[in-house]
């Protein structure tokens, strides 16, 4: 198969792409470097299969005129905390613009779109786990809505798309993933308290720590997103790793794990946080009973992988 890849050079992209080109299929990466990295692919360069266009999709044309593809898939936006507070316009035009840039490609050359959503359409939950079906408790104005409802839209034109084109779709919610290639500030949590440990500085818990999450490797995610893909569900789709720890425990595992003598201490969530979700859990019931798939890596394990793959980082250490 050869599939255009809009946010290759992006953390769960850039292994994405890897998994398609392993198993043989041909990838075009399409990025702008926004937060993407071109470290993230740089191992690529030179593959027969592999081919990197620089662009912002949010912008004229996409340079892919004439080209075949049998799928797109828009995994192009900013996705951390410190990007929905220093680049909103750009999150809301790339969840807007730019989708729709890349859902007029896949219908003019007929191949199937699928769109990597967020677990955070569904805000901060008043339902857990988070079923497919559950709607959301969302915040059209607060500092994460950039986010938020840029997704929300996604996933509405891309239905409005599937219905007024009859364009093959498919939708996947990411929930929180961690792993190789994350970049160290960028403010998620997973990689926040690892590079603190790894620094010997204070790790720092919003609050008193008892807000949870459910972490799920990279590696677990991408072969989740690519069950999607080749799928028959339309969607949208829970993938994610339905395990829920504490932030606290996350935090007293990355002491553990990295030999850290970091003490862990609270501060007061700060304003840019506001709406940060108490808790958070996938229902992968759907994805696990059609497609049999489940995550196989533990959160030990993964931040073992993660922590020795940060070590090596010189923006960490």
Request: charged share 20%; proline share 5%.
């Amino acid at each position: 198969m050869r599939h255009l890849l809009a946010g290759g050079g992006g953390f769960i992209g850039s292994h994405l792409t890897e998994l398609l080109l392993k198993r043989g299929d041909d990838v075009v990466v399409i990025d702008n470097f926004a937060t993407g990295r071109r470290s993230n692919i740089a191992q690529l360069a030179g593959h027969e299969r592999f081919t990197l266009i620089e662009h912002d999709i949010t912008t004229g044309m996409l340079p892919v005129t004439g080209t075949r593809f049998d799928t797109v898939l828009d995994l192009a936006s900013p996705a951390s905390p410190n990007d929905f507070a220093t680049m909103p316009l750009e999150i809301l035009a790339v969840g807007s613009t730019g989708t729709r840039n890349l859902l007029d490609l896949a219908t003019e050359v007929g191949a199937r779109f699928f769109l990597a959503s967020t677990s955070e359409v569904y805000g901060d939950p008043l339902v857990h786990p988070q079923p497919e079906t559950y709607w959301g408790n969302v915040s059209s104005i607060g500092p994460r809505s950039c986010y938020d409802e840029a997704k929300r839209f996604s996933e509405a034109i891309t239905m409005a798309y599937h219905r007024v084109h009859g364009l093959d779709v498919r939708i996947a919610r990411i929930f929180n993933t961690y792993g190789e290639r994350m970049r160290p500030n960028d403010g998620r949590v997973v990689n926040t308290l690892i590079v603190q440990a790894l620094r010997g500085e204070p790790i720092t818990l919003h609050g008193d720590g008892s807000q949870t999450r459910s972490f799920c490797h990279v590696a677990d995610e991408v072969v989740g997103l690519a069950a999607v893909l080749d799928g028959h569900l339309t969607g949208p789709v829970n993938v994610g790793n339905p395990a829920e720890f504490t932030i606290r425990r996350l935090a007293e595992l990355i002491v553990e794990l990295s030999g850290s003598r970091s003490d862990i201490v609270t501060v007061a969530l700060p304003p840019e946080r506001e709406g940060d979700p108490a808790q958070r859990q996938p229902d992968i019931t759907l994805v696990n009973t059609t497609y049999g798939w489940a995550p196989t890596i533990d959160l030990v394990e993964g931040l073992t992988r993660m922590i020795h793959w940060f070590r090596t980082e010189e923006e960490v250490v």
